[in-house]
């Protein structure tokens, strides 16, 4: 679809969000302004707007690379690293988009084990790190972007989002 065509529409959940789908849009957003493709982002959990997207994740209740559906939430999905890490929305998007975004395998790669995986496995409940003390918990990049979320009692707002993605893609 070229830049003349129409939008295609990225499409997520609304409300509160985590790591995976922050990364997962940033992704989509580099690899789409790369194609030079117009896109927008939807946040919703209405059937009608999902099922009309272009590129839908973390939303959906299904997992189809080849028709760009990738939610990770249903209780039959079992798509895995050979080291055992579930993957999440964000991993499977980068799976089969991530050598196009950054131009090859080897940096894709790179990136998948030194981010991807992380985000992943903290999105599923995977603890793949050890504290040497009792007193100091882990702060990694799903920490990162927590600290994006609205203050307890605060409205959740697009721009708190918005927020997190342009500190993803950076």
Not at 51 to 76: I, L, S
Not at 130 to 159: C, K, M, Q, R
């Given at each position: 679809?070229?830049?003349?065509?129409?939008?295609?529409?990225?499409?997520?959940?609304?409300?509160?969000?985590?790591a995976?789908?922050?990364?997962?849009?940033?992704?989509?957003?580099?690899?789409?302004?790369?194609?030079?493709?117009?896109?927008?982002l939807?946040?919703?959990?209405?059937?009608?707007?999902?099922?009309?997207?272009?590129?839908?994740?973390?939303?959906?209740?299904v997992?189809?690379?080849?028709?760009?559906?990738?939610?990770?939430?249903?209780?039959?999905?079992?798509?895995?690293?050979?080291?055992?890490?579930?993957?999440?929305?964000f991993?499977l998007?980068?799976?089969?988009?991530?050598?196009?975004?950054?131009?090859?395998?080897?940096?894709?790669?790179?990136?998948?084990?030194?981010?991807?995986?992380q985000?992943?496995?903290?999105?599923?409940?995977?603890?793949?790190?050890?504290?040497?003390?009792?007193?100091?918990?882990?702060?990694?990049?799903?920490?990162?972007?927590?600290?994006?979320?609205?203050?307890?009692?605060?409205?959740?707002?697009?721009?708190?989002?918005?927020?997190?993605?342009?500190?993803?893609?950076?």
């Amino acid at each position: 679809m070229s830049i003349f065509g129409k939008k295609i529409k990225i499409v997520t959940h609304d409300g509160s969000f985590h790591a995976d789908d922050v990364f997962a849009t940033a992704s989509l957003s580099i690899l789409l302004e790369k194609r030079r493709e117009r896109f927008e982002l939807i946040r919703t959990r209405n059937a009608e707007i999902i099922n009309a997207g272009d590129f839908v994740f973390d939303v959906g209740g299904v997992y189809d690379a080849e028709k760009n559906r990738f939610d990770h939430h249903q209780k039959e999905f079992k798509e895995q690293r050979a080291n055992g890490i579930t993957y999440s929305s964000f991993g499977l998007i980068w799976k089969k988009f991530g050598a196009e975004i950054c131009d090859g395998e080897e940096i894709k790669n790179h990136i998948d084990e030194v981010l991807v995986e992380q985000v992943d496995a903290t999105d599923n409940g995977i603890n793949i790190f050890s504290p040497t003390t009792s007193h100091v918990s882990n702060y990694d990049i799903s920490s990162v972007v927590a600290s994006f979320l609205p203050d307890w009692g605060e409205d959740e707002s697009t721009d708190n989002f918005h927020s997190a993605v342009l500190f993803a893609k950076r």
